[in-house]
């Protein structure tokens, strides 16, 4: 992802200056370094490194988002930290962080590097089923790259390990590039020096990633491709091949046999036990070797008819997924598929060509409202629901039961209405407009309160983040590259900054959790994406199947396939149930919201679908235990 900014009323406010930051950092703590870094807009602390503290800042002049990595005096001698700084400024690769600037306070120097949205690759493994074999030996690749960079730079890693993976997001696929080179070694500091001649050059990287040579002070190329075996060792199965407390893990890098189970297809077999052999002289000559060895096993039918299989390999080939019981309420035909369904404070609308259906608590029969013209939009709030019909806006009151029309455009719109119900946004080719809702006439809206010009003639989606924010998603669909744009505005019709995301999401939406997004990615595999917009944080649950669907549902959402198998999620990405539903879904929503557990147990959703006649609406019950329990 990237991040543009038109003008310095961005940076300078932060257009989510509501939000409260993640971590331990207090709002004091952030204020105190943004004092002490004036050029940058610190918003949160996202990571804890071995030297000192990872921020997620906004440059002020560019608008980008940055890292600022702490590195304490206490904690990191001068001598390390320049060497870790010499180390990033050499390196100049797509899959190493670029090292931006340096910037030093009274108590700390502070790194400014690439912001990498993804986090690491250790959180990535801990995600269940994150990562298909293809993907994760794309990964390998790209790291195995860096890694030769730096090797014909001179500079031996020493470190490598998941938590020093990080990831980025290109294309729609994850993209790892290689960080923290804190205690790097430069091969002119090696030539020369001897075994226990310096404490320094003692073993100072991850016990469980190093190679046995290094427990001795002797380092080289093959060190790092030890560790980059004891990395695909863990991406494939899910472990390392050798454990224990860090004298039994000397222990074992020197001695202990490596055991690769059966289930590792035998070109990978051979892989593994090549980069971890005992002796470097036996290891890949370079990380370019060991990349060749790579691709070449990928080419074999034994791996290549495995490379949509979930990691690790020890688990099931099929995703795990947890199994509900469902119980369908009813169905209701109509005679014309339903365009808009959704729902509001126990009410649940259907728009069915120029119809609105109205329920109140699932009671039947519904309440039918007739419209002059096709319903293309439906925006639920408390007391009732705006109605779009292509050209002309309209006001349905729960109470009266009958439409108001209140705004005739120009040409098609969206809409989207503030959380706090105050203000009303019209999105149409090239134009934004904003409506108070307090000034609204009897008769309608007149001339909007505020406007401005939008990018180009493509109609987006529109989203109010907060009261004072709006975001309009748009799409660039360039040959090759496609991505979601997200541009941030207030509702006085100012641009204050923006966010791409490197593929295309269609559909999304915004959750439940503040400033978090949701959206479907098709290429190049089904995903559901989460995207937190403070900081930035980006996080993928991988599907079997393409989801046509996708809805918020009290605690998390809710997506269904063609097929009409319906996934509920939590709000930190998680399944929760997996049941079989009515096929051909067109949308989907909470029935109403209901008063237990959040999330409830059992959720009330109701499908839209499509028939041979037309369509219809149907009520299922899903419950979030397991059908025996």
Request: aromatic residues 8%.
């Amino acid at each position: 992802m990237d991040r543009t900014n038109q003008s310095d009323e961005g940076p300078n406010r932060g257009y989510l200056r509501g939000s409260r930051p993640s971590g331990p950092a207090t709002p004091t703590e952030l204020r105190q370094l943004q004092k002490q870094l004036p050029k940058y807009r610190v918003l949160a602390l996202v990571g804890q490194g071995q030297f000192g503290k990872v921020f997620c800042a906004i440059e002020r002049k560019t608008g980008q988002l940055v890292a600022l990595k702490e590195l304490t005096h206490l904690r990191l001698p001068t001598h390390k930290f320049l060497r870790e700084l010499l180390s990033l400024l050499t390196l100049q690769h797509p899959h190493i962080v670029t090292c931006r600037a340096l910037e030093q306070t009274t108590t700390a120097r502070y790194l400014v590097m690439d912001y990498c949205e993804g986090a690491t690759l250790r959180e990535l493994l801990e995600a269940n089923a994150s990562l298909s074999l293809g993907e994760g030996m794309q990964l390998m690749l790209g790291i195995l790259a860096g890694l030769e960079s730096a090797h014909e730079a001179g500079i031996i890693h020493c470190d490598i390990k998941p938590e020093n993976i990080l990831l980025s997001v290109r294309n729609g696929s994850w993209f790892a590039r290689l960080s923290d080179f804190g205690i790097a070694r430069r091969f002119g500091e090696l030539q020369g020096s001897h075994r226990g001649e310096n404490d320094e050059m003692a073993a100072v990287g991850a016990t469980a990633y190093a190679a046995p040579e290094g427990f001795y002070g002797l380092y080289s190329r093959g060190a790092d491709i030890y560790s980059m075996g004891i990395l695909l060792f863990e991406l494939l199965l899910g472990y390392r091949p050798f454990s224990g407390k860090p004298g039994d893990l000397m222990w074992a890098h020197l001695n202990q046999r490596l055991q690769v189970p059966e289930q590792v297809p035998l070109p990978l077999r051979v892989i593994l036990e090549k980069a971890l052999a005992k002796l470097p002289a036996r290891r890949y000559a370079s990380a370019a070797q060991m990349a060749q060895g790579i691709e070449e096993a990928m080419n074999e039918p034994a791996v290549r008819l495995l490379s949509d299989r979930p990691l690790p390999l020890h688990e099931s080939p099929l995703q795990k997924r947890p199994e509900s019981s469902s119980s369908q309420h009813s169905r209701t035909p109509l005679p014309v598929p339903t365009t808009a369904l959704v729902s509001q404070d126990g009410y649940l609308y259907a728009a069915h060509a120029n119809q609105v259906r109205l329920w109140h608590q699932l009671a039947l029969p519904p309440q039918v409202v007739d419209f002059p013209d096709r319903v293309t939009e439906l925006l639920p709030v408390t007391g009732g629901c705006w109605v779009s019909t292509g050209r002309r806006l309209y006001w349905l009151a729960i109470a009266q039961g009958q439409p108001q029309h209140q705004l005739t455009c120009d040409g098609e719109f969206r809409m989207a209405i503030d959380p706090d119900c105050h203000w009303l946004a019209i999105a149409l080719p090239g134009q934004l407009h904003f409506y108070s809702l307090a000034t609204l006439f009897p008769t309608g809206f007149k001339a909007p309160d505020h406007h401005c010009p939008i990018p180009d003639d493509q109609l987006p989606q529109i989203l109010f983040l907060d009261s004072k924010h709006l975001l309009a998603i748009r799409y660039d669909s360039t040959p090759n590259q496609g991505r979601t744009l997200f541009q941030v505005y207030t509702r006085r019709g100012t641009r204050i900054g923006s966010e791409s995301f490197q593929g295309i999401l269609d559909p999304v939406i915004l959750t439940e959790q503040p400033y978090t997004l949701a959206g479907i990615s098709r290429h190049p595999r089904p995903a559901l994406w989460q995207i937190q917009l403070w900081p930035l944080r980006v996080r993928r649950l991988p599907l079997a199947t393409l989801p046509v669907c996708l809805s918020v549902v009290p605690g998390g959402g809710a997506i269904a396939d063609e097929k009409g198998q319906i996934l509920w999620f939590n709000n930190d990405l998680e399944p929760v149930a997996a049941v079989q539903g009515p096929g051909s879904p067109i949308a989907l929503a909470a029935a109403f919201h209901s008063k237990t557990q959040m999330p409830p147990s059992p959720l009330n959703l109701a499908i839209a679908t499509r028939t041979e006649f037309g369509g219809a609406i149907h009520f299922f019950q899903i419950d979030g235990r397991k059908p025996h329990e």
